[in-house]
């Protein structure tokens, strides 16, 4: 759940006389998330009709779409989520939700709860890998019985899906291939090859309450200025925790009808400073990684950039939120798992050479190619290239 703490929920041993309504609350919490589940998809697909129905490349477009995505799309998808104070709205005053368990209204307790932090239980790997894995605890917050979704931390702690999704342009993907990992495309030529240098424009903009006139920025001050300035000076990478068809800001879908989407293992990310992996959508990450609220402008108030920290927190956050967005200063081809062609020649001629090239860095596990058409129906749809 990307906008609230997590929420884990376990059946516990109740006396014989409880069973029935203890099958009884957890199917209602089952039917509760699946609604959860659909509200979503109903949401993606309204997204994806109203950024069809306003395409093309217009001012007039481009801001309709944007402000679709603001004021309608964003604030949405935020409410979607089960948290303890809506269980308790929905299982009404017979029972109780308490910070650690779901009772009856005369305190038998049907249900262990647990929430941010305690939600989680470590997972015993059956390959190597570079982050431990974890799950939630107990069963009724999968969804889908029998699917056990897998999570990582971040480098500064926070929870994000254990896979992430990122879409790129053929020319790019085979930087990749040759190279075996991709950086921020500004890190050599502007930052001297430090993401956590300052540079001249973050300089000259913000104040850094963190680092005051050091020449580096912190781990916290690099996650805001990335997302808030990337499109200046590009620090990190930018991926994205679910595999739906994402937009951009001005309502744009990413990728192309020649490029590929490729399916990342966090778990493969060494925890490394060179190789830092935030995680900047969820609840946690809004208040902690990039919330800060001292990043005021300098000089006078100017009007093409948001003039105090508050307004910029807004402006990013709603982009994160949107994109349910990770960041990585390093993409290594290693860590891939799948890669999905959106050409179908591609696929065919280049299956078995990319599959190589995995390999060659050392990679043991099975990477998957699949051909998986870009989700565009119109040019008109995409970036401009």
Not at 212 to 237: H, P, W, Y
């Amino acid at each position: 759940m990307p906008y609230g703490d997590h929420l884990a929920i376990s059946p516990c041993k109740v006396e014989p006389q409880l069973v029935s309504l203890q099958v009884a609350v957890e199917n209602l919490i089952r039917a509760i998330r699946a609604t959860e589940k659909a509200s979503k998809a109903l949401l993606e697909a309204e997204k994806d009709l109203n950024m069809f129905t306003m395409k093309g490349h217009g001012q007039a477009e481009m801001g309709a779409r944007r402000d679709w995505l603001e004021r309608v799309y964003v604030p949405r998808l935020r409410q979607i989520g089960l948290t303890r104070q809506e269980l308790a709205r929905r299982l009404g005053q017979s029972f109780r939700v308490t910070d650690h368990a779901i009772t009856t209204s005369w305190g038998a307790k049907l249900f262990d709860l647990y929430e941010g932090e305690d939600a989680f239980e470590l997972v015993m790997p059956t390959e190597a890998l570079e982050r431990r894995i974890f799950c939630k605890k107990g069963d009724l917050q999968q969804g889908t019985v029998g699917v056990v979704k897998h999570y990582v931390k971040d480098d500064i702690g926070q929870f994000t899906r254990r896979y992430a999704y990122v879409e790129k342009p053929w020319d790019v993907f085979k930087i990749l291939l040759v190279k075996s990992e991709l950086i921020g495309k500004d890190v050599v030529t502007k930052l001297g090859g430090d993401p956590y240098s300052k540079g001249n424009f973050a300089k000259a903009k913000y104040n850094f309450p963190q680092t005051g006139d050091q020449g580096k920025m912190s781990i916290r001050e690099l996650a805001f200025v990335n997302q808030e300035d990337g499109s200046t000076t590009q620090r990190g990478l930018a991926l994205s925790s679910t595999a739906k068809g994402l937009h951009g800001n001005q309502g744009f879908r990413f990728g192309n009808h020649e490029g590929v989407c490729l399916k990342i293992d966090l778990a493969l990310i060494a925890n490394e400073t060179n190789n830092l992996l935030l995680n900047l959508h969820s609840f946690d990450a809004q208040k902690e990684t990039i919330g800060l609220e001292t990043y005021n402008l300098k000089g006078a108030k100017r009007t093409k950039h948001k003039a105090t920290a508050a307004d910029s927190k807004l402006h990013t956050d709603g982009s994160t939120s949107k994109n349910r967005e990770v960041v990585a200063l390093r993409l290594p081809l290693y860590a891939i798992r799948t890669v999905y062609f959106h050409n179908q020649i591609s696929e065919s001629v280049f299956s078995d050479f990319v599959k190589q090239c995995i390999a060659e860095t050392g990679a043991t596990h099975t990477v998957d190619t699949v051909y998986s058409p870009h989700a565009a129906a119109s040019d008109d749809e995409l970036f401009e290239t």
